[in-house]
């Protein structure tokens, strides 16, 4: 387990995501992939979500695999003829080509880059962790949906359970009509498990309110926020169907984001949640979020200013060999940052899990290093 | 510090229904603080929905029309509702599955905390402070979902303690455990009200494990019915359904009333030496009801299964004849539920051979074998989905290809040998637990099945309901069907089965003739049987018997 803050993390994110979304480079594409598949292997990866990434992946591997002869076969476009195939065979007929096959094994890397960045972030950030970025007002939404995630698992349990006890009824799924035994079952079953849950969420005071929903405090903020909403909607339509008034536009969806931030956070001031985990910001997320910051910043630059030096396309009139700049590809293996700054610390792992956001350990220092918390590594 | 004044409860009325009874009707009660007091009563009785009314679920959560006054702590939960009265009342839910929020054992402990608001220091020593006070510090980085229904239930009262309530309210916490890890709960349970003077309310089915901890019981009897409500030796001694020990207390006029073994050993003895006595020596035990003497109906040898990467079973050997009924025991994860399935084909042997009605599983399909084997799993509910419990029935016949007149008649006829004939045409998922589990056994027992197996088939069950199905059981091995139930309820297994087999890491350690082998055990043992430490006493009708003679 790798241990940063979670907003450190989604810098990371925005920083692989990049790359891996806007250029075709097989060689940068090849980087990204190791410096995330080192980050990836240094994770948890034996935690329930894990194992699922880890599925995933294999099926990224295939597909990546197969996508370069898919390619290669089907495109018979190019200069470079490695060989032909009879010229009747439907289909596939014809000349295999160079450029075909480098064009297959560019996006065939591209997808495999893009799932393994999205599986490194949700092994390394625990649904809870996410919650918590989740704005105050919107947190009962982000706990509805966080409790939906669980019951998924509940759900694929119990579905099981029900199929076998219908089968040896002598159930045989022959027509849409059989499915009602395994599902009405699921169904009333998983809806008595979630009237429970509620009780007992309800039970333990969730949702409470401090201010009454009809405080005229509550009731300015959602006023406000319905204002917000409609303004962004006029400064859009301004801006997109107005030429003359582009600048009006601008200012007025300015206005209206900064008036639906207000009344956000006025709203989140009803709701009284503290949070008991500890959240540290350590030296080594500054870190990460710097080089992070550097590499998003250096991607989306050259996207803008100098596209040539990200695309890639081997087809004529292009040559068949990408471009490869030192410095740019330099920058992509900073991407395995989060591994090479947090080596050698791995918990053990029979379903236990430590929360990134840790509230343990840091209790046990002296009061004056806990307030302003530093990595002893 | 708890009031109730006349209450009187009725949920709201459900369409097409006609005006709802109330649940509670005009109910007056007074609880001191640090008291521990026991609710109890038969299923449908009102437990669930008197406990709900103490931190305002009801009417709050369900709606209906609420009469009378409730005063808990000073509070009005009618009043304030469940969330205002979070921090006074905590509350506890049968079902240790559905009761957690987030998914490790430290932020459930924190979750009700949050909610309020509470600086984190103050947080942080609470949960230091309940994990203490539970012994739940070993586990509080785990994920809820690897822990044991046990500790389960140990995680949701700590959940609702780092609140500080004064009040704790259980309802039914132990029903869906198996004894050892109810036992746990239970002893949890006596010390936060011994060690802090926590006020307890706790509802429950099985007496015999907590009526020693009661202050006070309050007996339901039916929404209306008597209410009573006194020490344990008095309202035991009034009410119909009790626990063995108590119901022989009562039967042979023991005072003061034994309400432990220990209280009960003396009058035993006593017992003992009387009919010895009159016998002039050593009667011996009656001879268990031997084996029919035809060829076994379910045969399994060395069988062994491999699970998950672990072994579930480990060279099972069991035979089983016609007119046999069979009790299956041991530790949850012994692998009393595999071989279940095993033997109704869904699972199919890694080595060995199970030959259930002259059917090999490895070879002959699901199906065949499940139309002379029935399989009552657990939960009835994952069986019942039709609008009638008619049409439940005839769907499992015309699954098996058998429904015709002949059939159906049959079908009629086992309605009225279950006490079902009047829910024929009612929507099962309507009934109460205990009619809900004969619905699912009718819908099993509908196509005549040779073998009948059954998967802890009392859970949440009131002693009349595991009476019920004890009978019917017993009828059906009459009519020569062979019977195998899982099972951790000693007492059930005591009064029907004719052998016990108790499996342990997927060994059979035990196999042999009820009396014998709960004589010779310290835990898997009748309550008189524990009482006498007798072969010749397992059940109440055993002494009864003898002291008739």
Partial sequence: MLEYHALAWVAWLTAAALPALLTRNPYYLALVILASLVTYLALDNRSPTGRSWGAFIKLGLILCAFSVPANALLVHYGDHVLFSLPADWPLIGGRITLEATLFGLASGLSLLAILLVFAVFSVAVPPAALLRLVPNFLHQAGVTVAIALAFVPQMIVSAQEIREAQQVRGHRFRGVRDLLPLFVPLLAGGLERAIQLAESMEARGFGHARFSSLSRRVLAARVASVMGLLGLAWGAFAYAYFPGQRLTGIAVLVGSTALLLISFWAMGKAVPRSHYRRWLWRRRDTALTLASGAVALLTLTLWLLDRPALMYYPYPPMAPWPPFRPEIGAAFVLLALPALLASGYRPATDGTRVLPISADRQDERPAEARRRPKEAS | MIELDHVTYTYPALPGDGEPRPALCDLSLQVDEGEFLLVVGPSGSGKSTLLRCLNGLVPHFYGGTFRGRVRVGGRDPVAVGPRGMSDLVGFVFQDPEAQFVVDTVEDELAFAMENLGLPQALMRKRVEEVLDQLGLAPLRARRISTLSGGEKQRVAIAAVLTLQPRILVLDEPTSQLDPQAAEEVLVVLRQLNQDLGLTVVLSEHRLERVVQYADRVLALSYPGGPVRLGTPAEVLAAIGQTPPLITLGKKLGWQPLPLTIKDGRPFARALLQEVDRRSGEQTTPPEPRPAPAVAPLVSVRNLWFRYNGHEALRGVNLEVRPGEFVALMGRNGSGKTTLLKHLVGLLRPGQGEVLVAGLDTRRAPVEEVARRVGYVPQDPGSLLFAETLQEELAFTLRSHGLLNPQAWQGAEGLLRRLGLSDFARRDPRDLSGGERQRAALAAILVAEPEVILLDEPTRGLDYGQ????????????????????????????????????????????????????????????????????????????????????
């Fill in chain 2, 466 to 549: 595991k009476e019920t199905l004890a009978d019917l059981l017993r009828r059906e091995r009459a009519r020569g069907r062979a019977v195998i139930m899982a099972t951790h309820d000693v007492e059930l297994a005591a009064s029907c089965a004719d052998r016990v087999v108790m499996l342990a890491e997927g060994e059979v350690v035990v196999d042999g003739p009820t009396r014998e082998t709960m004589t010779e055990s310290l835990v898997f043992s009748s309550q008189v049987n524990k009482l006498f430490r007798d072969p010749r006493f397992v059940t109440v009708e055993d002494v009864l018997s003898y002291v008739k003679n």
